[in-house]
């Protein structure tokens, strides 16, 4: 298949990065790939949804990457995945020989794994330079549950009406579910049974990188996981610390122990990123060596630093995600800089994930979650009519109109954007700036 061919495709499927900031998946297909890596490290702790889903749909899931680089001339199809999810390498094994050019490379069991930076290395041993993209060093990364919706459009002429989300925490029987996009969170979560909390919040994401969310809020194409935590849990404080608190304790509390950059995945690939010089110059309002401030914009927000690191309790991620964003909103951009060598000492300082949960207090949440592959239902849903990188789709139906899972009721826009589709059949309720409405029947 020609790229253009497989990329309209995509683009009329509205298959994009299925977590993260929803890369549009067509954007990705490049002839400047000669390695495409599928992503199975699940970086986040918790979550269990890539492994469960490649495991089910090993064969199919093959079958569209190898088409992937086919399309694309890669040499190379690597399947990056933890060496302990065993089952599901298993699963691989049986139809590998199906496909020749495909590959496993097993992975430690190490935050943050599943960053793409981190990936490409430990998969080929690439660098991607500091702030740049992975096709700069020839390679394209999707992963597992957005090569499946590759599968489903092409095989099945399939668009992206649904999504696999996991729900672990305090709920009663924790579960990973396919359900309509657009379903409440709320409606998701009493999927997994009664919650076990009195007074419950939402973190829609992994424990490290996701942000906390409303009960009426809507699955979107990158929700993959909603962690149900009492309000008091250690996590929840820790991630609702404010900016002026944390620079305040910085400045009285900082020893510069180094212990934030020591560990940080980034510094130890030869980025330009030393959370701790950033905590002395940000906490005493120095601003001598602006480079200090500037490399912050190559920071990943891992959350290692403040969430496993920091022996104070301190927060470098949420002052370095503020200078970051302030800089950017000032329309600053990265500046051009190599990598240097990689750390020796890299593979002696791997946060094992183990550890990072009892660090979490999550380790008694770290429970099954079985996939239930079977589309739920839903009798409403409000499906945002931007889940993507690039610009929102246009509204393409009015209040009134029926509609059946699967139309289009987002067209893409100009530039890079993807259409939206309808994910159950029923009728437009309401039609706003930024989403579309539906009721069943």
């Known amino acids: 298949m020609e790229i253009a061919n497989l990329s309209k495709i995509l683009r009329e499927n509205g298959i994009v990065g299925a977590g ?7 954007g990705k297909l490049s002839d400047k790939a000669d390695t495409i890596l599928m992503n199975c490290a699940e970086c986040e702790p918790l979550l269990k949804l890539h492994r469960q889903l490649l495991k089910v749909h090993a064969q199919e899931i093959l079958k569209a990457f190898a088409l992937i680089a086919e399309t694309v001339g890669a040499k190379d199809a690597i399947i990056g995945i933890k060496e302990e999810y065993e089952s599901t ?3 691989l094994e049986e139809y590998l020989s199906e496909f020749p050019m495909v590959r496993i490379h097993k992975l430690p069991g190490a935050y943050p794994m599943g960053d793409e930076v981190v990936l490409i290395y430990e998969a080929t041993g690439r660098v991607v330079r500091p702030g740049g993209l992975p096709i700069e060093c020839g390679v394209a990364v999707f992963n597992v549950e957005t090569v499946f919706n590759v599968y489903r459009a092409v095989w099945e002429n399939h668009p992206v009406t649904d999504k696999c989300v996991t729900v672990v925490g ?3 029987n924790p579960i990973t579910v396919r359900v309509p996009i657009g379903t409440r969170i709320r409606d998701v979560v009493a999927m997994a049974g009664r919650i076990t909390t009195d007074k419950p919040v939402y973190l829609l994401g992994g424990p490290m990188m996701g942000n906390f969310g409303k009960d009426y809020m809507p699955v979107t194409k990158t929700t993959n996981a909603v962690i149900v935590l ?6 929840v404080l820790r991630k ?3 900016f002026s608190t944390a620079v305040a304790r910085a400045a009285s509390s900082c020893c510069q122990c180094q212990s934030c950059t020591d560990l940080c995945p980034r510094h130890a690939l030869g980025h330009p990123i030393q959370p701790h010089l950033f905590m002395r110059a940000a906490a005493n309002k120095d601003f001598q060596n602006l480079e200090t401030y500037l490399d912050t914009m190559f920071c990943s927000a891992c959350g290692l630093c403040e969430m496993f690191s920091c022996p104070q309790g301190l927060s470098p991620r949420t002052m370095i995600n ?3 964003n302030g800089l950017r909103k000032a329309g600053i951009k990265p500046p051009v800089v190599e990598a240097t060598p990689v750390k020796d000492s890299r593979e002696y300082r791997r946060v094992w994930e183990g550890r990072l949960l009892s660090r979490l207090g999550l380790s008694s949440y770290d429970k099954p979650a079985v996939l239930d592959d079977v589309i739920r239902s839903s009798k409403e849903v409000k499906i945002n009519l931007s889940q993507h990188i690039g610009a929102p789709a246009k509204a393409s139906v009015a209040v009134g109109d029926k509609v059946n899972c699967g139309d289009i009721i987002g067209t893409a826009a100009d530039g890079l954007s993807v259409n939206i589709h309808a994910s159950i059949t029923g009728t437009v309720k309401e039609v706003a700036d930024g989403y579309v409405m539906l009721v069943e029947g």
């Open 20 to 26: 993260g900031a929803g890369f549009p998946t067509y």
């Open 89 to 91: 390498i298993e699963a």
């Open 170 to 172: 305090e709920v009663e």
């Open 230 to 235: 009492p309000e008091d849990h250690v996590l």
């Open 240 to 242: 609702t610390n404010r």
């Open 322 to 324: 503020e200078y970051k």
